[in-house]
């Protein structure tokens, strides 16, 4: 063994740790266990390698072999695109789909995490090497903070106030709140959707929250998550069964409606509030304003 054997393996170890930590397994059942799973911890070794690696490298001034580190991005930019094409191919087959926005953001999230580790490890051997193990560890713990907290964005819950209201019908009209959702002619259908249905209303915050939840993608998503936690009272070929969000015009209030197995309005609430802010969903109109009047 050389002088960068260890620390090598220190750096590998921790990474290939952190991308670990990072891969979490939710309601969504993405990525599935157990195959799922072994595809991105693999690729998170591979990006702790080449993280850990670098330092060496520089330390002997090889620094034709920092060049790699431009391959690795274009390697895991693939990642992106094998998330997209996956889940897009499976979102045909989902009784109510995730919508391409929130596909997009997951894609992105499962790429930039491979940079995550490729810095924690980088962080990692090069405390190591430049102080001792324990200035290591301590980098380690301090890198992996921080990629905690850089992969966990915001929650809907931070922009909008969740209200729970009965949906009701005014003739053959669905209705939560006064926002009108569609058309029911079947008495049928009317009663199903009295007995399983559930409303909500997102009031959103501020004006840059009513921008951002007035984006299709943020709302399927809203629908998606609460019909995959709470299952969803419907079957391919049921059109009067399918969730919805509807927003109101005049003040961009959106309505919620869904027919979850599970008829459970705080879990609910709970859901919709713990929906990620999709990043391709953010738009900050106000901001224009401030910008506008600096540059005058």
């Known amino acids: 063994m050389n002088e960068y054997t260890l620390p090598i393996l220190f750096g590998v170890i921790i990474g290939t740790l952190t991308r670990m930590l990072m891969l979490r397994t939710d309601y969504r059942q993405y990525p599935t266990y157990l195959h799922g799973k072994i595809i991105h911890v693999a690729l998170g070794f591979i990006a702790a390698g080449l993280g850990t690696v670098a330092v060496p490298a520089i330390l002997e001034e090889e620094f034709t072999a920092i060049t790699f580190l431009t391959l690795a991005a274009s390697q895991f930019r693939e990642v992106r695109n094998m998330e997209r094409n996956t889940l897009t191919e499976l979102d ?7 919508g391409k926005t929130y596909i997009e953001g997951v894609a992105i999230a499962f790429e930039s995490r491979n940079y995550l580790v490729i810095f924690t490890s980088l962080v ?37 106030d969740i209200q ?21 002619g079947l008495p049928v259908r ?29 709302r399927q998503a809203i629908l998606h998550d ?15 069964l399918v969730p919805l969000a509807k927003r109101d015009l005049d003040d961009g209030r959106i309505a919620v409606f869904v027919l979850p197995q599970e008829r459970d309005a705080e879990r609910a609430i ?23 009047k600096g540059g005058e």
């Open 190 to 218: 009317q009663a199903e959707i009295l007995r399983y249905g559930m409303g909500f209303i997102l009031k959103p915050k501020d004006f840059n929250s009513r921008s951002t939840i007035a984006n299709l993608g943020q």
């Open 270 to 292: 709970e859901i919709i509030g713990d929906v990620p802010i999709l990043e391709n969903a953010i738009r900050m109109p106000s901001e224009k304003k401030k910008t506008k």
């Open 226 to 240: 609460v019909s995959t936690a709470l299952g969803v009272y419907r079957d391919s070929g049921t059109p009067a």
């Open 92 to 98: 045909s087959y989902e009784l109510v789909s995730r």
């Open 164 to 184: 729970f209201v009965e949906p009701r019908f005014d003739g053959v009209g669905l209705y939560v709140d006064n926002i009108y959702m569609m058309n029911i």
């Open 124 to 160: 990692s051997t090069l405390g190591y090497l430049m102080f001792n193990i324990w200035v290591g560890i301590i980098a380690a713990v301090v890198a992996v903070l921080i990629s905690k907290s850089l992969m966990s964005g915001g929650k809907l819950k931070e922009i909008v």
